[in-house]
């Protein structure tokens, strides 16, 4: 069996795939990644989270082309994860998502880190002095 269809022989029409697609694959992609702490998405998408509505595209942006796209990724990694490890590990796993479910060329992926999610340490009640 071929590898390759040839489109003039089975012309059946078109397929489109949007831009919010390809931005939901990519951002569920990247949250995976161990490391990981969330996805920044500014102003826009804290609000829209405070209104209870998820966005599985927030930080991400697409550009996509007919047989190729462009990721731009803004991530917040967990403090003591090495970044450069994390970033790596993020662009690897969004261009073989995106390939895989899409059909379509990943020329690059750009892992952009916003900030630094650092744990809260759970606050120790302070003992009465007089009892």
Do not use: H, W
């Given at each position: 069996?071929?590898?390759?269809?040839?489109?003039?022989?089975?012309d059946?029409?078109?397929v489109?795939?949007?831009?919010?697609?390809?931005?939901i694959?990519?951002?569920?992609?990247?949250?995976?990644?161990?490391?990981?702490a969330?996805?920044s998405g500014?102003?826009?998408?804290g609000?829209?989270?405070?209104?209870?509505?998820?966005?599985?595209?927030k930080?991400v942006?697409?550009?996509?082309?007919?047989?190729?796209?462009?990721?731009?990724?803004?991530i917040?990694?967990?403090?003591g994860?090495?970044?450069?490890?994390?970033?790596?590990?993020?662009?690897?796993?969004?261009?073989?998502?995106?390939e895989?479910?899409?059909?379509?060329?990943v020329?690059?992926?750009?892992?952009?880190v916003?900030?630094v999610?650092i744990?809260?340490e759970p606050?120790?009640?302070?003992?009465?002095?007089?009892?």
């Open positions: 069996m071929a590898d390759t269809i040839n489109n003039e022989e089975m059946y029409g078109t489109k795939i949007a831009n919010e697609v390809v931005a694959i990519a951002g569920l992609a990247a949250t995976e990644v161990e490391g990981v969330g996805m500014g102003i826009t998408g609000i829209s989270d405070m209104l209870g509505m998820k966005n599985l595209s930080g942006k697409v550009e996509v082309g007919e047989k190729e796209c462009a990721i731009d990724i803004f917040i990694v967990e403090y994860s090495k970044i450069s490890e994390i970033a790596l590990k993020v662009q690897e796993n969004v261009k073989e998502a995106v895989t479910m899409t059909g379509l060329n020329i690059e992926v750009n892992v952009n916003q900030g999610n744990p809260k606050e120790e009640k302070e003992e009465s002095r007089v009892k």
